[in-house]
Each structure stands twice: as structure tokens, then as C-alpha cells.
């Protein structure tokens, strides 16, 4: 079999595919294919992804379709979105090895990724947080995860020529951005044919949402950032449904909408998904566990996020406030006090902008196209409306306010108030 052209692989020509390629036979010892086992495994709304156990180990193999596969042929997408995956996979693995799956094989004409398998423990956060279990390490690992990936590729580290080079690159993967730009931005602040919430309960909310002046003039400046401020490369989707974890383990999968965008986006992105795991636990709580202490540990870890973020981004600053970076160049911001200023400077701005990007991420997933698990596992439609509307209140009020909030703590106090 042939694979010089672009083909959807099913059980059978994966085989076939494996044993042709050696970066991936090699790993699972694919010589003896009547042992390997196949399952596909695909729940996203984009691709197919393979699970493929050999004799001598495991890997997944993920393959990008021409289209969104949760729709069909009818909504075409270009699958070129592996290549973009591949590269921040090997980039951010670079920069946190211990919290990104290393990728063995990239092959860009099958829009093709063979990487490692997340082997049981491992689950998708966002399931673990709704059956409320707590992951000591999750703060840690995920706020080095951001300081290392934002920080290494930002002009805080970079020069400008390479810079404008990355920005070059990931300009490519502007189909997957686009998309962001029409459900993040768009869709919940018009009528569209996409946009779906818990009716009737919330259609008068769905209806404020969209004759909200106040809200649509912030929305337009974060669209404004979000498509205008190549400030370092992010994961472009970072959501509680993009990170695998067991107890000690954190790994960030699936950066598709990845390019050179503004910081706060990923971290908006999740701590926006954090709050909607706490306004969902009401609705997940039960005889014997009112999830009141899980809704405490949620909070602390939204607070832990951001402040071990913010310390340890300020310490890859000053480790590198010498190097290459072009940003703050050393001669000009060349005595302590200057630096100390800048910093604080670009730490209440890079809060702001998470805190604003967190609120429309949490918005379009209550009146938006695609929804979370969080509140959809939720069976009764009226006790799910309660815990969307306590969220969808939040982020309005967290979408025009931001700029008010001097730290993380005061948002979770704030967040508190709103429950």
C-alpha cells in the first residue's frame, strides 16, 4: 500500500502504515502485527486518534481530516493543522519535557502524528474534576508548563529577526485561528445558527449576551489582541479537556490552534475552564458529598496557578535579562528599580488580559456552539441552567471589570460572592 498521498486510515491500513515507517514499528515491536491492538479513540470534534498496543510498548497516533469530523464534509478544515500541532508538540516538549508527550513521528502529506500513548491513570482533567478528585501537583505542573512555553518564546527571550520568523510560520495556520476568532469572538454576540444554550432557561440570558453594549465593547478589544498581538507561541487551545493527568503526572496535549498569539489566551483559556468546573460541582453534588470542600480545592488551585505563574515567569526574567531577548534590552533597563517596574507593569497588563480571554472562553461555552462536559453531564436541564447562569454572570461581570482586580485573590473572592 501506498501512502504517497493523503488517505484516511482505518484499523486495517494503520497496520500497514506502521510497519512501513520505522520511527513507529520500532516502539512497539510491529514485525509481529497479528499482535498489535487498534482502538480508535477519537471523542474531539476534529480528528481521528489511534491507540495502537505492540508487543514491545504503545503509542497514539493521531490523523487530522480535511473537515471537522464532529460536523462532516460539509464544514471543511485543512488538515494542515497537524503540521502546526507537530511543531508546538516538539517545541513546548523542548521547554517542559516533563508535561508535553514526546512525538516520534510527524508525516506531513498523511497529516500524520505518531506520539507517545498516556497510558492509564492518565485521564482528560476535565473528567477528573467532575467526579471531583483532587490532583496535588496540578498548579505546579501546569504554571511551569506556561512560564517555560510563554516565556522561551516571547521576544522576552527571543530577538526580533527570529521572532518575525516564528511569527511567519505560524501565520500558515490561520483556518484553525479563524474558527477561534467566529465562536470565541463572534458567534455569541449575534444571532447564529451555531449557538445553542439550556432553552427555555436560558434564552432570555442568550438574548442579554447579545445586546450587551458594555460587553461588546470589550469583547471587540480582546478579538483585537487576539488576532494583533504576536506576543509568544501558544498552545491556542488550552483548555481542562487538553491536559491528561494522573496524581503525579501532568501532560498538555492537542495544541491544533496553535501560533503566536497573546500569553493570556492560554491562560485564560484554563483558569476560564477552572471557574466552570467550579460554578458545574453544584450540579454534580450528591447525597453524603455536597462538593463544598472540592469547590474550596478548585479555588486554591486557581490561586496557586496564577501566583507560581507569575513567580516563576519573573524568574526565567531575570535569569534572562541578559540574553538574547530584544524586548527589554539591558542597557536601557539597566538598574533594578527600572526592571522591578516593567515587570509589575507587564504582570498586571498579562493578568488583565487572561482574566478578559478567561471570561469569553467561559461565555461561548454556555451560549456559544461548543459546550463542556462540566455542565453537560448535568442531566436535569433546570439545575444545569442554575450553575450556567451563576458562570455566565461571573464572566460578564469578570469581562468588564478585569481591570479592577489588583490580584488573583481578589478574583477569587470575587468568584466566591458570585456562588
Known amino acids: 500500500m501506498s501512502f504517497e498521498e493523503f488517505k484516511p486510515l482505518n484499523e486495517k491500513s494503520l497496520v500497514e502504515y506502521i510497519k512501513a515507517t520505522p520511527a513507529l514499528s520500532s516502539k512497539i515491536g510491529a514485525d509481529k502485527s497479528d499482535d498489535l491492538v487498534i482502538k480508535e479513540v477519537g471523542d474531539g470534534n476534529l480528528n481521528f486518534v489511534f491507540i495502537v498496543v505492540g508487543s514491545s510498548g504503545s503509542l497514539v497516533i493521531k490523523q487530522a481530516l480535511p473537515y471537522i469530523r464532529c460536523i462532516g464534509e460539509s464544514w471543511p478544515m485543512t488538515k494542515e493543522r497537524a503540521y502546526f500541532e507537530a511543531t508546538t508538540l516538539r517545541k513546548h516538549g523542548n521547554l517542559s519535557p516533563d508535561h508535553v508527550p514526546e512525538v516520534y513521528h510527524f508525516d506531513r502529506t498523511m497529516a500524520l502524528i505518531g506520539m507517545r500513548y498516556l497510558e492509564p491513570p492518565h485521564i482528560i482533567l476535565r473528567k477528573g474534576l467532575i467526579a471531583g478528585i483532587e490532583y496535588p501537583f496540578l498548579a505546579d505542573h501546569m504554571s511551569d508548563y506556561m512560564a517555560k512555553t510563554l516565556f522561551f518564546t516571547s521576544l522576552l527571550y527571543h530577538d526580533t529577526t527570529e521572532h518575525r520568523r516564528a511569527v511567519t510560520e505560524f501565520c500558515g495556520n490561520v483556518e484553525l485561528c479563524r474558527l477561534t476568532e467566529q465562536v470565541v469572538f463572534s458567534d455569541p454576540y449575534r444571532v447564529s445558527t451555531f449557538n445553542r444554550w439550556t432553552s427555555p432557561y436560558l434564552d432570555d440570558d442568550a438574548k442579554a449576551v447579545r445586546k450587551d453594549s458594555a460587553l461588546k465593547l470589550e469583547i471587540a478589544e480582546l478579538k483585537s489582541m487576539f488576532c494583533e498581538r504576536a506576543q509568544a ?187
Open 233 to 419: 507561541l501558544i498552545h491556542g487551545d488550552l483548555h481542562t479537556g487538553s491536559v491528561m493527568v494522573t496524581q503525579d503526572s501532568t501532560q498538555v496535549i492537542d495544541p491544533e490552534f496553535s501560533f503566536i498569539g497573546p500569553m493570556g489566551f492560554d491562560i485564560g483559556a484554563y483558569l476560564g475552564n477552572l471557574i466552570l468546573a467550579f460554578f458545574a460541582q453544584d450540579g454534580h453534588a450528591a447525597q453524603g458529598n455536597d462538593r463544598k470542600e472540592y469547590k474550596q480545592w478548585i479555588l486554591r488551585t486557581i490561586e496557586q496557578t496564577w501566583d507560581l505563574f507569575n513567580k516563576r515567569f519573573i524568574a526565567l526574567w531575570d535569569q534572562n535579562k541578559d540574553g538574547p531577548g530584544e524586548a527589554y534590552l539591558a542597557d536601557i533597563y539597566n538598574n533594578p528599580g527600572v526592571l522591578q517596574l516593567v515587570q509589575e507593569n507587564y504582570m498586571r497588563n498579562l493578568l488583565h488580559d487572561s482574566l478578559g480571554f478567561g471570561a469569553a472562553k467561559m461565555i461561548r461555552r454556555i451560549v456559544g456552539v461548543a459546550h463542556v462536559e462540566d455542565f453537560e453531564s448535568i442531566e436535569e436541564d433546570k439545575r444545569r441552567a442554575v450553575c450556567e447562569r451563576s458562570a455566565l454572570e461571573f464572566a460578564k461581570m469578570l469581562l468588564k471589570e478585569r481591570r479592577k482586580f489588583k490580584s488573583i485573590g481578589e478574583v477569587v473572592s470575587a468568584i466566591q460572592q458570585q456562588s
